[in-house]
């Protein structure tokens, strides 16, 4: 088995479909410059046969994708054909095609032209050697490098791998994870049993009761049908026994047609008695109801004398309390003048006195302007002042020496005048407010006479009326 021919499109820098052949069976060898794609054909080679680009994402699946100038790859394929003259894979064959398909969205396998699973491939390509667990049949660039700068016991893990004896260890550890799911498996299927034994258990159980119960049932509708045949039996004995009434009772028509008759005429006077008893009532209901019509008339009547007598009563009453009132609001209003009069008395000698003072300002103010008159005409006199500048200041300082004289006058006479008309104001009000209570006293002396007449009145329109329903 080996390589006869590889395919290649899309995939990284072989942009067009390049066919690579022909292969040795043995040894073969890709020798090139810088950048002429021998890394890529090799990552090729891995991406169909090894596990390095499994599980990528978008982007990494669009790095895989040829990135050059002109319009943009959208799929790119990798097929490999396997020489199989020796029966490596087993499919029957000479050839083995097999090819991978990567997409933005897809990553698809084909086998001999035919669409495949992954895992269908991996299987084949396990038969042929290809092993996942021994992943050394592919040596990048690199490994051997690492290989030789290993540790002893990281050399000790490749020869592991490498002998296979990975394989087996990672096989017994399945086998044993395998055993424990089994055992616990076999421990819930004992669980299960006994549970089913336990449920027999009790299936049996009732099916003894489920036994008991039918031969019970059956006793009891034996029981029904004996009891039901008895009662039949009476029914039809009884049914014999009507039969026999109903012939008898045929004889005993005629004379039963006749109280029939009499009973009907009978029937017939009782229910005219009742018409002509029905037409008293009715008689009987209206003179009822005319008696107590007049009844509830009568009944308002006294209702309405009773309510204004009693109206009357508390009229006279109220008159009463209104005339205590009265007295004592006179009383107040008397007590009320008396203390006007006394504030009236306490007020003409203070209207004296200011009146008496008013006089004597004035004759103050006379004085004055008699002295300013006579301070005018000396002002002809040089004899006493050396020049009329000295003139001049002592009439300035007269005129000074007057004006506050005449300001302190003034302002009496004014709050005089003020006071003047503060107490005749008072003393008008006074006077009205003596001959409102004057007025109002007589008002009610008359208002009390008429209340005596009103009550007069009622009283006799009371024992009339008392008189009247006698």
């Known amino acids: 088995m080996y390589i006869k021919q590889i395919i290649i499109q899309g995939f990284k820098s072989y942009k067009d479909q390049t066919v690579i052949e022909p292969f040795s069976p043995k040894h073969n060898v890709i020798v090139g410059r810088n950048g002429s794609g021998k890394s890529n054909f090799f990552a090729a080679i891995r991406f169909v046969l090894s596990d390095a680009y499994t599980q990528m994402g978008r982007e990494e699946r669009g790095a895989l ?278 504030e009236l008395a306490e007020v003409t000698p203070q209207y004296n006195s200011s009146v008496q003072e008013e006089a004597t300002v004035k004759g103050e103010l006379e004085s004055a302007e008699g002295t300013r008159q006579r301070l005018y005409a000396k002002q002809g006199r040089n004899a006493r002042f050396r020049n009329k500048r000295e003139r001049d200041d002592w009439l300035r300082a007269e005129i000074n020496n007057t004006y506050p004289q005449l300001a302190k006058v003034k302002a009496v006479r004014v709050q005089t005048a003020e006071d003047i008309t503060e107490l005749e104001k008072e003393i008008a009000d006074a006077e009205e407010a003596m001959a409102n209570l004057r007025e109002q006293l007589e008002g009610r002396g008359s208002n009390n006479e008429a209340f005596q007449a009103q009550i007069q009145e009622a009283r006799a329109e009371r024992d009339h009326l008392t008189d009247e329903r006698k």
């Not at 008696?291 to 009357?312: F, G, M, Q």
């Open 65 to 342: 994708l040829h990135e050059g100038a002109g319009a943009a790859v959208m799929s790119a394929f990798v097929e490999i054909i396997f020489d199989n003259s020796d029966d490596r894979f087993p499919t029957g064959k000479n050839e083995v095609i097999l090819r991978r398909t990567i997409g933005m969205k897809k990553d698809e396998y084909s086998l001999d032209r035919k669409n495949a699973t992954k895992s269908d491939v991996m299987n084949l390509l396990e038969s042929a050697g290809f092993s996942r667990s021994n992943p050394y049949y592919i040596v990048p660039q690199g490994r051997v490098t690492a290989l030789t700068n290993m540790k002893d016991n990281e050399r000790l893990i490749l020869l592991k791998e490498v002998a296979g004896t990975q394989v087996y260890e990672a096989r017994r550890t399945e086998s044993l994870k395998i055993m424990t799911e089994t055992n616990n498996k076999r421990e819930k299927i004992d669980e299960l049993l006994d549970y089913i034994k336990e449920r027999l258990t009790e299936l049996e159980e009732e099916k003894e009761e489920l036994k008991d119960y039918q031969e019970k049932d059956k006793e009891r509708r034996s029981l029904q049908y004996t009891i039901d045949h008895r009662e039949q039996l009476a029914i039809a004995s009884e049914l014999e026994n009507l039969e026999q009434q109903y012939q008898t009772g045929a004889e005993d028509a005629g004379d039963s047609e006749d109280r029939f008759r009499r009973g009907d005429k009978e029937l017939e006077s009782i229910q005219a008695e009742i018409s002509e008893l029905k037409q008293q009532v009715e008689f009987l209901k209206v003179d009822k109801k005319q008696l107590e019509t007049e009844r509830k008339e009568n009944a308002k009547s006294k209702a309405k004398i009773e309510l204004d007598v009693k109206n009357l009563t508390d009229g006279h009453s109220a008159a009463q309390h209104a005339q205590n009132a009265y007295q004592s609001d006179l009383e107040s209003l008397q007590n009320s003048i008396e203390q006007h009069e006394q």
